[in-house]
């Protein structure tokens, strides 16, 4: 793995969705703020995960997908356990040990890795693989 290059790619795919969190305080659809941002970021993971697996492997990297997105989401953890819980979290009374043991965190870090290891599967491992033969 070019370490290096994933940390890049995890930053670029963090940045991202701290910005469609923060950005869906903006516009309200739903009556609570919280789990209106919490969808959107839910959303934003898909092609976040995947813009980041493109960048990554685009040179023609073969590293495992779930190694990779283990990883990246390893580095995504570390910043919001430096960036995002001091900025957002705690102000608002919650605390680190909150922010990581919400299910739903969890549950986005598992559609995180997933769409990485998807990703490898089909564009890394089988790049040629068609629609009809995916399913």
């Known amino acids: 793995m070019h370490i290096k290059r994933a ?11 701290v910005s469609v969190y923060t950005a869906s305080y ?10 209106q941002a919490n969808l959107m970021l839910t959303l934003a993971v898909i092609p976040g995960a995947m813009l980041g697996a493109f960048i990554y492997y685009k040179n023609g990297q073969k590293t495992h997908g779930l190694k990779l997105g283990g990883f990246m989401f390893a580095t995504a953890m570390a910043l919001d356990a430096i960036i995002t819980v001091p900025l957002f979290i705690i102000p608002l009374g919650g605390t ?3 922010f990581f043991t919400d299910p ?6 598992l559609l995180y890795i997933g769409v990485v290891v998807l990703y490898w599967k089909l564009k890394v491992v089988r790049p040629k693989l068609g629609v009809s033969e995916m399913f």
């Not at 940390?7 to 969705?17: E, F, N, S, T």
């Not at 739903?104 to 870090?109: D, E, K, P, R, T």
């Open 26 to 35: 903006l516009f309200s659809f739903l009556e609570d703020p919280e789990l």
């Open 104 to 109: 739903g965190f969890w549950l986005i870090a």
């Open 96 to 98: 680190h040990l909150t």
């Open 7 to 17: 940390i890049l790619v995890a930053i670029l795919v963090w940045i991202l969705g």
